[in-house]
T-cell receptor
Framework: DGGITQSPKYLFRKEGQNVTLSCEQNLNHDAMYWYRQDPGQGLRLIYYSQIVNDFQKGDIAEGYSVSREKKESFPLTVTSAQKNPTAFYLC?????????????FGSGTRLTVV | QKEVEQDPGPLSVPEGAIVSLNCTYSNSAFQYFMWYRQYSRKGPELLMYTYSSGNKEDGRFTAQVDKSSKYISLFIRDSQPSDSATYLCATGRNTGANSKLTFGKGITLSVRP
């Protein structure tokens, strides 16, 4: 079955640590997105990528980094510079030029700072 | 003013009630409108999609867009406990290959048996 796989489902980070969230899709989608979801704040765009080896900052990119070396993969690193990383992180994808018909989302990763 | 505003909720209704969920948007260039449903600890899934104005019906769900007032609505008839979820509206405009969606904050609906 085609879809988006996010791993791990739950992740715990110590203060000062970098952690990487995985996002893999087998939908042959060009565009991939990372969102952060906090209670009462909705979905906030962190980074997005329309094609391999290219990505753009979203609204809240500070403290995060991404790479897009393969079409299928768009990992997100939460660095120690992100002061409040505890949140639910969602990865999404779409065919380039068809984002306006809707995204496909993964099941999310819940990151907690301990 | 945010591009998409959504009633904050939460909303609690008895089983069988008609539910009305609403969003407003500020950019008159938005033409693509959709509703996502998100169950607890899951990713959102596309529920309804509408292009431009008008109504779209799918079973117990009706999506309505009024472009003159920049108002988006989702109606749920004969609501069921399984409808308990967070509902997010989303919209966007065509800016070419790099078009993206803008999401509302979401409203959490609870349907009481």
């Amino acid at each position: 079955d085609g879809g988006i796989t996010q791993s791990p489902k739950y992740l715990f980070r110590k203060e000062g640590q970098n952690v990487t969230l995985s996002c893999e899709q087998n939908l042959n989608h060009d565009a991939m997105y990372w969102y952060r979801q906090d209670p009462g704040q909705g979905l906030r765009l962190i980074y997005y990528s329309q094609i391999v080896n290219d990505f753009q900052k979203g609204d809240i990119a500070e403290g995060y980094s991404v790479s897009r070396e393969k079409k299928e993969s768009f990992p997100l690193t939460v660095t120690s510079a992100q002061k409040n990383p505890t949140a639910f992180y969602l990865c999404a994808s779409s065919l380039r030029g068809t984002a306006l018909y809707g995204y496909t989302f993964g099941s999310g990763t819940r990151l907690t700072v301990v | 003013q945010k591009e998409v505003e959504q009633d904050p909720g939460p909303l609690s209704v008895p089983e069988g009630a008609i539910v009305s969920l609403n969003c407003t948007y500020s950019n008159s260039a938005f033409q693509y409108f959709m509703w996502y449903r998100q169950y607890s600890r899951k990713g959102p899934e596309l529920l309804m999609y509408t292009y431009s104005s008008g109504n779209k019906e799918d079973g117990r769900f009706t999506a309505q867009v009024d472009k003159s007032s920049k108002y988006i609505s989702l109606f749920i008839r004969d609501s069921q406990p399984s409808d308990s979820a967070t509902y997010l509206c989303a919209t966007g405009r065509n800016t070419g290959a790099n078009s993206k969606l803008t999401f509302g904050k979401g409203i959490t609906l609870s349907v009481r048996p």
